[in-house]
């Protein structure tokens, strides 16, 4: 079976969860609607499970979500009002899909749904997988890191701000134009961001007794070898 070109890296150093966690309510408008894993009108939500999406005609699992994803639930209106409500990705199962509050552990906050259940849920998963794999892997050769190496890092942290901050920069200087006419202040924002994140990063190396080595990488001084 075809694919792409060039094998995905593993791991990358951030998910669509992340991005929308930055993003705030821009994550919708910004992630490319081409990468649509999965999208549908007959949403279910049981009052016994508000956290619960189910569908008939979308096998979530079959489609490629996974933890960390994000999905945006449109309709009924009168439940999800304006540009919608994200939740992130806990878990799937075949055509079922246990949603989360972005940046909060499983069952936190406000359900989705109300204590009667819903039905005609409208929801949408776009994700921005392929361009938060091109930017790890971006980042891998600015800092000299090897595959697998990432392992071996005390604090990721730093990558993953470095990452979210790239994708997301990219997505507002290639949004359309009317977007990008309405977003003009957050790019500016977020590309200052961006330059800073990566200057500040430095990589900090973890040891097998869990201390951290003192022999760090960083943007400025390029890659410093280990004994």
Not at 140 to 168: C, H, K, M, S, Y
Not at 186 to 210: C, F, H, M, P, Y
Request: aromatic share 8%.
């Amino acid at each position: 079976m075809a694919g792409p070109i060039f094998t995905p890296i593993t791991p990358v150093y951030a998910c669509d969860e992340d991005i929308a966690i930055r993003s705030y309510g821009a994550f919708g408008v910004l992630v490319p609607t081409s990468n649509t894993l999965a999208f549908g009108t007959d949403g279910v939500i049981l009052s016994a499970d508000p956290w619960t999406l189910t569908s008939a005609t979308v096998d979530f699992e079959a489609q490629g979500l996974k933890v960390g994803h994000v999905v945006l639930l449109t309709k009924p209106t009168t439940t999800f009002r304006g540009a919608g409500r994200y939740f992130a990705v806990g878990s799937v199962m075949g055509n079922s899909v246990t949603l989360r509050l972005c940046g909060k552990t499983d069952g936190i906050g406000q359900p989705p749904a109300p204590s009667g259940g819903l039905t005609g849920v409208e929801f949408r998963c776009s994700t921005f997988d392929p361009e938060i794999e091109s930017t790890s892997y971006q980042i891998n050769q600015e800092f000299g890191l090897r595959p697998g190496e990432p392992d071996t890092i005390a604090d990721l942290r730093v990558l993953n701000q470095a990452t979210v901050l790239t994708v997301l920069h990219r997505a507002y200087v290639f949004a359309p134009i009317t977007v990008a006419q309405e977003y003009a202040q957050r790019l500016n924002e977020v590309s200052v961001a961006k330059d800073s994140a990566i200057e500040q990063v430095t990589i900090r190396w973890g040891s097998a007794d869990g201390t951290v080595e003192t022999a760090p990488s960083s943007f400025l001084f390029g890659r410093l070898e280990r004994a």
